[in-house]
């Protein structure tokens, strides 16, 4: 099974590149090009394999979710024009990730069973079980670490280290809770609950752009709608699309990227049942199946997509 791990393209005009956990990033001044690879992380580490098809249903589903949403934030994206590739301005990030939850889930599921009922500086109502729908959605913010783990933080942190400042953090907020109904919303329409997600967000021209990708199963995490009561009802586990059977795949074999732990195998049955999933996800929320490509000149087709739609950005700037 062929992927994509990472890119080398060097272009004339180009004026940085960045390689982030699953990205490669090709600046050209105020312009971006985004390389949705097939590298996956879990636990902020990278896993030494990477997974074919999911860069490209990752790009395909935030271009779909992004271009639903604009109407409630403005976003990065000028164009799309490869399944692999998404053109955008350059935005100055803000240092923190916009957490929100409905349900009680994966890493607030552990924190809840841990013993803890304030997350983020949020008050959680004793009595829940995991994947208990919250009484109302709840932002639980992380710090956006460059290197390292994400962490938790509270609003109050957030205001208090000037991390971000108010009037902005307000706006972030508003725009969170607005965004995740909206994300509700379209999981609904295609039989899924949208369980959590996370949001980033940046500046360009001083205005507040909504940043990287949304409501991919990378940043968010979905429940099938059909069952999901019975199953809650019954103690049974939730049959869920999302990067956290991954994590529980690594859970179960002793890794959660602390120091001394180690990746286990992924074995070809272990990289072709996960590529399967991302497969699944996006027939699941576009109603249509993943296309078949051409894996033999794939580099050749993603350089010369970005090279043309930085040159045609540029060109249609100058006649501006």
């Known amino acids: 099974m062929q992927a994509i791990k990472e890119t080398y393209f060097n272009f004339p005009n180009q004026t940085g590149f960045y390689r982030g956990k699953v990205r490669d990033v090709y600046f050209f001044g105020d312009l971006m090009a985004m390389v949705a690879t097939d590298r996956i992380s879990a636990f902020d580490v990278i896993l030494p394999k990477a997974i074919p098809d999911k860069g490209r249903v990752l790009n395909q589903i935030a271009a779909y979710n992004l271009n639903a949403t604009k109407d409630i934030v403005p976003n990065w994206v000028i164009s799309t024009p490869d399944q692999n590739v998404t053109i955008g301005f350059k935005c100055e990030t803000f240092a923190v990730e916009m957490v929100v939850r409905g349900y009680l889930a994966g890493h607030a599921a552990r924190e809840y069973k ?3 009922r304030l997350l983020c500086g949020v008050a959680l109502p004793e009595g829940l ?13 992380t710090t956006k670490a460059s290197v390292g783990h994400d962490e938790d933080i509270s609003r109050e942190d957030i205001l208090k280290r000037g991390i971000v400042s108010e009037a902005d ?3 972030l907020e508003d725009y969170t ?3 995740f109904q909206r994300g509700t919303e379209l ?8 369980v959590d997600t996370k949001y980033e967000f940046g500046k360009h021209n001083n205005t507040i752009y909504l ?4 409501h991919t199963p990378d940043s968010s995490r979905y429940f099938y709608a059909e069952g999901y009561e019975g199953r809650q009802k019954t103690g049974e586990a939730q049959k869920q699309l999302s990067k956290e059977f991954v994590r529980q795949w690594l859970i179960e ?3 959660q990227g602390k ?6 195998e992924m074995t070809p049955e272990i990289v072709s049942s996960i590529s399967t999933r991302y497969q699944e996800l996006y027939q699941q929320m576009r109603g249509e199946t993943l296309s078949s490509i051409d894996y033999t000149q794939i580099d050749q087709r993603i350089e010369r997509s970005i090279r043309d739609s930085i040159n045609s950005v540029n060109l249609e700037a100058k006649k501006n």
């Not at 999981?187 to 949208?194: E, F, N, R």
């Not at 940043?211 to 949304?214: G, K, L, N, P, T």
């Open 187 to 194: 999981a609904a329409q295609s039989g899924l609950i949208l």
């Open 259 to 264: 120091d001394g732990q180690h990746v286990p």
């Open 114 to 116: 841990a013993g803890k």
């Open 177 to 179: 809770l607005k965004l």
């Open 169 to 171: 953090y307000k706006v």
């Open 253 to 255: 074999n002793g890794f």
């Open 129 to 141: 079980k995991e994947n208990d729908k919250l009484p109302h959605p709840i932002i639980t913010p």
């Open 211 to 214: 940043i990287d990708e949304v």
